[in-house]
């Protein structure tokens, strides 16, 4: 090897390095052939050393170049970096190049250079049969002036954002939340969690236009309060089960239907699809890399959870038969949140809706084709993870996922500050510590009073910003109540929240918060225990759309792009990143499918040529949103691209570059359970006692600590909360609410002490 090269790879393949004298300059260039492969690649590599590796300044970014000849299309441009803490890791994969006989210059910008990063090395992996030969490799630092920021609001703004209540209200009560592929939303509310509604029949959903600030409301099929939802590949929304039935004291809890929707964009209206195997109130619904969606959890049509896993096929347009679809047999609760991985597998993050988590470490990763579930640790109090929030963190390759927040709506704790972070790069993945979420206010039903101890939040709202922070906002102390008014940033590069203006709204139960394409924020819903909903609607301006004129994208080439894809732009000053972000599909601080996917840049002026990944899993098959970002974090209005499927790769279009990450996980390794009809679930779990009130208001079956078990300060709590006049559902008084027994909870009778 020339001086300063070492030989690098991993995995099962055949392979040479080589010095040839057809050079591009000189006498010697290197070359390195994969005969044979299974999985892997190799590579020529800058040695890891203090005396051959370069050194980086943390913040900036530098242009790599080379000249090359290719045989194969699955060649790429791989990045290392050297943490001063944790040594020599993988970072990125910056481009991948185009198959070349004659020597062709491939140039690419890293990203900003991490903190704690002092040096750098770089070279080409091959991962497919075939060769790759390199000469004349090159360095230069960037150095485009950081354009000066000009804040253009209060001080304040300009440090924290502000929030803005829209004076036109939704007209549905939704609970679940999609930004389309026209830059318009939908808000699905079926009945609304109104019984009044769904006895009626009257099941709603609304088109909100950004644009204009007006809705258009479409008539909805079935009651779709709290169905699953996901965008496919061609852009629709494919919506999967909802309501069945409400509880019924002394009967069934709520129950799942089987059938399927699509919603075209479009047409705004709904079509049925063929009917899933089971019924699912509450599913998951993860978008794989080949356009597939797969399901899990949720209760069947008889209230029980549902064991049986669904999967939608891309090129069918169908859901498939049970008997053509891997199962596990286990019950993953309800809104599991399952985040597809790099490598195809599935990471449960342990956050979910409704009481405890799985049992064991309230964490796996699910190997569909090997049909396995490994235990992950690391995650704390994974029983008080009840509607917490998971985010994959930006950008999508560096894999790591931020857990933040949650309660337990069956014990009622006050709901925890806890956030952990992991690395699924890592060999053996596990969760660690991550900083405590700021405290906001709560009110406790007589004004907002600071939040103290370890109170935090459930009903976190997580939303991916263009700039690569995570704005989390909303959220409520205990189930179904008491609000908490905190919105914070998280900054992956420095492991932070920075506490920012809070929504004025309260957003507990049912809300929900996304990113538009223009950067700003949306925020809906709320819906307490005493059954009301909360119509206003919040716009948040983060502090980056306050720092002067915006970079805009005054050109996209080609808005149908595919995989390992080369994709030029053009923008009207210089940027220092830009990337495609998932638009959302949110509901109960769920949104497996959110992420955020770095576009290595090849900068020449005010041309930008963007780099595709190659891997669909880390980018699955959609249509996103395009932003470029300045120095200062200041990003551009989305432009709409669309990143076709697998099917659609161009002849010479590379493979995907698949990394052997998480690959040596400890825990402990579960196949398929026998083979069974459902598992059991109580009619309670919802955490509401439906032996008061109507089906729409949640009494809840444990109490906040510090109500006494006594009448008087249970009742006391419910009028804090302006529950209003309660009836007695039946004979029965399990919570003590009505020792006269005059049918009404809580009356003057039953508050005097005995």
Not at 631 to 660: C, E, F, I, K, M
Request: one cysteine or more.
């Amino acid at each position: 090897m020339p001086s300063c090269w070492e030989k690098s790879g991993w995995g099962d393949n055949d392979f040479t390095f080589a010095t040839v004298s057809d050079a591009h300059s000189g006498t010697k260039a290197m070359k390195v052939t994969l005969t044979r492969r299974v999985d892997g690649d190799r590579k020529a590599l800058i040695t890891e050393s203090t005396a051959c590796a370069p050194v980086v300044t943390a913040g900036r970014q530098y242009d790599l170049g080379l000249y090359y000849r290719t045989t194969t299309p699955d060649a790429a441009i791989t990045l290392f970096r050297h943490d001063t803490t944790a040594g020599w890791q993988y970072w990125t994969d910056l481009k991948t190049l185009d198959m070349a006989a004659a020597w062709t210059p491939a140039t690419v910008r890293t990203p900003v250079v991490p903190t704690g990063t002092d040096r750098i090395t770089w070279g080409v992996s091959v991962y497919g049969t075939g060769s790759a030969t390199t000469d004349d490799y090159t360095m230069e630092q960037v150095s485009d002036p950081v354009p000066p920021a000009t804040c253009t609001g209060t001080a304040d703004e300009c440090a924290n954002g502000r929030w803005t209540v829209l004076p036109t209200q939704n007209p549905v009560r939704s609970m679940h939340s999609v930004v389309l592929n026209n830059g318009k939303v939908l808000l699905i509310a079926g009945s609304g969690n109104s019984e009044e509604n769904f006895d009626a029949g009257t099941f709603t959903s609304a088109v909100y236009d950004p644009a204009t600030g007006s809705y258009e409301v479409v008539p909805t099929p079935k009651d779709m309060f709290c169905a699953g939802h996901v965008q496919l590949a061609d852009g629709r929304v494919l919506v999967m089960s909802g309501n069945k039935a409400f509880p019924v004291v002394g009967g069934h809890g709520y129950e799942g239907y089987r059938e399927s929707y699509v919603f075209d964009p479009v047409t705004e209206t709904y079509s049925r699809t063929n009917d899933l195997n089971d019924g699912h109130w509450y599913p998951s619904a993860t978008e794989l890399g080949n356009g597939d969606v797969i399901s899990f959890g949720g209760l069947r049509e008889d209230s029980s959870g549902s064991v049986t896993a669904e999967r939608w096929s891309n090129a069918q347009q169908r859901w498939l038969p049970l008997g053509q679809v891997n199962q596990t047999w286990s019950f993953w609760g309800l809104y599991p949140s399952m985040i597809l991985m790099q490598d195809g597998r599935l990471f449960y993050s342990g956050s979910h809706v409704f009481g405890n988590g799985t049992p064991g470490t309230g964490s796996a990763i699910y190997d569909y084709d090997a049909n396995t579930t490994t235990a992950v640790p690391g995650l704390r109090n994974k029983d008080e993870r009840d509607q917490s929030a998971s985010v994959l963190l930006p950008p999508a390759q560096d894999q790591k996922v931020l857990t933040l927040g949650g309660g337990n709506i069956d014990s009622n704790p006050a709901a925890g500050r806890l956030t952990d972070v992991i690395d699924l790069k890592a060999a053996s993945p596990a969760y660690t510590t991550g900083p405590p979420i700021p405290q906001g206010t709560v009110d406790l039903g007589n004004g907002k009073v600071a939040e103290t101890g370890a109170q935090g939040k459930m009903y976190v709202s997580a939303v991916l910003l263009p700039d690569g922070k995570v704005l989390e906002t909303g959220g409520a102390l205990h189930n179904r109540a008491d609000p908490v008014f905190e919105t914070s940033i998280f900054d992956p590069a420095t492991s932070a929240f920075d506490p920012v203006a809070a929504d004025p709204e309260a957003r507990g139960y049912h809300s929900s918060a996304f990113l538009l394409p223009d950067g700003r924020v949306m925020a809906t819903g709320d819906n307490p225990g005493n059954g009301t909903w909360n119509h206003d609607v919040s716009i948040y301006t983060p502090p980056y759309l306050l720092k002067g004129t915006r970079p805009s994208i005054t050109s996209v080439i080609d808005s149908e792009w595919v995989y390992g894809d080369t994709q030029r732009i053009t923008v009207d000053r210089p940027v220092v990143k830009a990337e495609l972000i998932r638009p959302a599909a949110v509901t109960h601080s769920s949104d497996p499918n959110q992420r955020f996917v770095d576009l290595p840049l090849s900068v020449d002026g005010n041309n930008v040529d963007l780099n595709v990944t190659s891997n669909p899993n880390l980018a699955p098959p959609g249509w996103y949103m395009l932003f470029a970002v300045d120095a200062n974090g200041v990003p551009s209005v989305a432009r709409w691209v669309h990143l076709q499927g697998p099917s659609a790769l161009a002849a010479d279009t590379a493979s995907a570059h698949v990394h052997s990450f998480a690959d040596s996980l400890p825990g402990a390794v579960r196949g398929p359970e026998r083979k069974r009809t459902s598992q059991k679930v109580s009619t309670t779990v919802s955490g509401c006692d439906r032996h008061y009130g109507t089906v729409g208001v949640c009494v809840p079956t444990a109490f906040p600590e510090g109500v006494k078990p006594t009448t008087v300060s249970r009742c006391a709590w419910l009028k804090r909360n302006d529950y209003g006049r309660l009836g007695v559902n039946g004979k029965d008084d399990p919570l003590g609410l009505d020792p006269d027994r005059d049918g009404v909870a809580c009356g003057a009778k039953d508050l005097i002490r005995r």
